[in-house]
Structures are given as C-alpha cells and as structure tokens.
C-alpha cells in the first residue's frame, strides 16, 4: 500500500461532568480548569481519524481514559503553573510533566492521556497494512 494516499489526524480533550475542557486561552483560565479538577476524577478523550481517499477508507475511533486529580490549592496550582507550560494542553494539564504535583492516578492508556494512544494507533495501522503484525 501506497503510504503517501494515507492520512492519520487525532485529537484529545478532557471531559468533566459532560463539559469540554479543550486548551486554554490563557493562564487564568489554566488556573480556572485546574480548580475544576481539583480533587475529582475526569474523562480524557482522543478521536483517532485514519483516512484513505484513493481506496475509500474512512476509520474513526475513540480511546478513553480517567485520570483523577489530588485535592489542589492555590500554591500547588501556581507550583505547577510555574514549572509546565500548559496553554496547548487540554485541561490545562500535561501528565507527563511533574504529574507528581496534581495527579493522584489515573485509568487507561497513558498514552492517550499524554496526546496520543500508541497502542490503539498501531493497532489501526496494522489493521490497514500501513505496519506489520
């Protein structure tokens, strides 16, 4: 297979209590979302689209995962503020950096937490003949 005709788009966005929390405008709204988070368990969300135009392929996918935050104040919300730059994370938060100050655990697929889920990409990649078995 031709893998120039294939094209792999994903996106990821925190859900809690049936809203969105997509990235934030600016550092008072990060601040805004991480006391949303404060003490409560959300849903991390990342749409996998793979699309293939020559042979008519059109696969959508979905990987959830929850991550549950400790009960924050605002010296640890500006203590995280400080040392991660969040304004492209969704949530207002990148588990991969100094989780250890806001993160008490989490569900599920890290990857898809972190932006990506690799084990459901691959599988969907070897599913179309893009990579082997």
């Excluded at 503020?81 to 950096?97: F, N, P, S, W």
Aim: glycine residues 8%.
């Amino acid at each position: 297979r031709n893998p120039i005709a294939w094209v792999l788009g994903a996106d990821t966005t925190v859900y809690l209590e049936g809203n969105a929390l997509n990235k934030p405008r600016d550092a008072a709204e990060a601040r805004a979302m991480l006391r949303r988070l404060s003490g409560r368990t959300h849903t991390v969300f990342t749409g996998i689209a793979l699309r293939n135009i020559l042979h008519n392929v059109r696969i959508d996918e979905g990987v959830a995962s929850e991550v549950t935050f400790h009960t924050l104040d605002e010296a640890q919300i500006e203590a995280y503020l400080a040392r991660v730059h969040t304004l492209d994370k969704a949530g207002g938060y990148a588990i991969q950096e100094h989780s250890e100050l806001i993160v008490a655990g989490y569900t599920g697929s890290l990857s898809n937490i972190i932006g990506l889920p690799v084990e459901e990409t691959k599988r969907l990649l070897v599913r179309c003949g893009l990579l082997p078995s």
